[in-house]
């Protein structure tokens, strides 16, 4: 079975969003950071080389793969900034009806900037997200 490559690890978070080339999402990623810290008490960490994760759960599927990820967190690609909603969207319609210009993927908000959405929405959906991730795996 491969081993999955985006783990966790020590490099400096600073030092990665400072790197970033586009001062808006800059700005923006330090706003995540200071945001989502409040938001899931935990410290932000590295996960691989590009996405800044908060808190971790282990998973085990049936075919035996396990491994840990990161509750919530973000990285700052280039087309968009990626943010991670690992429950998924199915529960939360209502909040999405109101967030703003974004597209998702399985697990991922995408958007342009912040300024697109509705920042409380987003507290909401993260808070939401995480508590539920947590007790799917306590």
Same mark, same amino acid.
């Given at each position: ?42 410290? $932000? ?6 996405? %800044? ?22 990285? $700052? @690609? ?51 997200? %995480?508590?539920?991730?947590?007790? @799917?795996?306590?």
């Amino acid at each position: 079975m491969a081993e999955l490559k985006t783990k966790k690890n020590d490099n400096d978070i600073i030092k990665f969003l400072n790197e970033i080339d586009n001062e808006e999402r800059k700005n923006d990623c330090f706003k995540l950071l200071e945001l989502f810290e409040q938001l899931t008490n935990e410290r $932000p960490k590295m996960w691989g080389q590009s996405i %800044v994760g908060f808190g971790s759960y282990h998973y085990k599927y049936d075919s035996g793969r396990e491994g840990d990820w990161f509750l919530t967190g973000f990285s $700052p @690609r280039k087309a968009n900034l990626t943010i991670y909603i690992t429950a998924g969207f199915k529960e939360y319609d209502a909040i999405m009806k109101g967030l703003g210009k974004y597209k998702t993927g399985s697990s991922c908000l995408y958007v342009k900037k912040l300024s697109d959405i509705d920042t409380d929405k987003l507290k909401m959906l993260v808070e939401k997200s %995480v508590a539920c991730m947590k007790k @799917r795996y306590e």
